[in-house]
């Protein structure tokens, strides 16, 4: 591994892009230790687990510290989710994609707007929010006024929408994708005060305990992962002048986690939804809602794990077309052994999928 990063490191432009790339994480952490302007960081108070905790931990803590990063990459990756379901039922978008490089610029212009729209309605649930009765960030400030909900709903979406054009820089110009690096970034930020906690308020037993479960766990998820269903392809030979092309066997890999951890992510801002419009309204009504979908309650258990079934159904359908996989594989004069080329073997691989 470290030979690994020494001859990466002698390559100049490998070199350059890794610093790059250093940089902009370091810039993107900086900010998440920023706070956003008239707003009390200490009345906020989200280890009591549910979908803020969970959001502060894909932010590196951002949200808990009430910084300019506090949305992180979540409005992002919401109106990247939305986009491509969007593909599926909407033919103009279904058409952008398949244009080619030019389609594809236009659909993530449309993704960024979008990221930007997303962010101003969650920020100003934001400035609701914080300012219930859980809350009351703004006491300490001298209460919530026009101007003070006003910049704090400004920094906050400006600071989504430059996260997000910070996770571009790096895909553009530094080393793998942005998103998945700064996601990564904020989550490795949590672990050494998690470790800490552990060691400083559990017995020596439970830190073997925890250190086996978690090894047991990664193994896990590596092994789903990797898990893949092989399905047999075979290409028809072609001759063309005087040479055989084709003939020879391959397979399609089918990954059983072709969805990821995206539709976790989706679900979880879904159900943010209701309690951040709650927050916006005086009636009884909406904070009984806001009640029954509160993080730790029955009913937001049971709801995330249905959206969470829904969104990969319907995630890994954009990911993965069987109907336009099986196009490629006529075009190319690939088939499936016992399989007719065309809507037959499509048909095969959505069930197979």
Not at 86 to 110: D, F, H, I
Not at 338 to 350: C, F, N, S, V
């Amino acid at each position: 591994m470290w030979q690994s990063l020494t001859n990466a490191w002698k390559l100049p432009d490998l070199r350059k892009k890794l610093l790059f790339t250093a940089m902009i994480i370091a810039i993107y952490r900086l900010g998440c230790y920023v706070p956003v302007p008239g707003v009390d960081p200490g009345a906020l108070d989200l280890s009591g687990g549910g979908v803020f905790d969970f959001m502060n931990l894909f932010t590196g803590g951002a949200l808990q510290q009430m910084a300019i990063f506090a949305m992180g990459i979540m409005p992002y990756i919401t109106a990247s989710i939305i986009m491509q379901l969007l593909t599926m039922v909407s033919k103009r978008l279904e058409a952008l994609m398949k244009e080619g490089p030019a389609g594809q610029k236009k659909v993530n212009q449309y993704t960024r707007y979008f990221t930007a729209g997303l962010a101003l309605i969650e920020a100003v649930g934001f400035v609701f929010l914080f300012n219930s009765e859980q809350y009351h960030a703004f006491e300490a400030v001298g209460g919530l006024t026009l101007l003070r909900g006003f910049l704090v709903v400004l920094t906050l979406t400006v600071g989504a929408v430059m996260v997000m054009w910070l996770g571009e820089l790096i895909t553009q110009r530094g080393i793998g994708n942005g998103i998945s690096l700064m996601i990564f970034a904020s989550i490795v930020s949590r672990l050494p005060g998690g470790i800490l906690t552990l060691f400083t308020t559990m017995h020596p037993v439970y830190w073997v305990v925890m250190a086996v479960v978690a090894v047991l766990v990664v193994v896990f998820i590596i092994y789903v992962t990797q898990g893949q269903r092989r399905i047999p392809v075979q290409y028809a030979k072609r001759v063309v002048g005087r040479k055989v092309y084709g003939g020879q066997s391959t397979y399609l890999p089918l990954r059983v986690n072709m969805a990821g951890v995206i539709p976790v992510i989706f679900a979880s801002s879904v159900l943010l939804l209701p309690v951040t419009l709650a927050s916006m309204v005086p009636w009884s009504w909406a904070k009984r809602l806001a009640e029954i979908f509160g993080p730790n309650s029955w009913w937001y258990i049971a709801a995330e794990v249905i959206l969470i079934i829904l969104f990969t159904y319907f995630y890994t359908a954009v990911q993965f077309n069987p109907i336009d996989q099986a196009d490629n594989l006529k075009k190319y004069g690939g088939f499936v052994p016992g399989i007719r080329p065309g809507r037959p073997t499509a048909a095969y691989l959505d069930r197979v999928l």
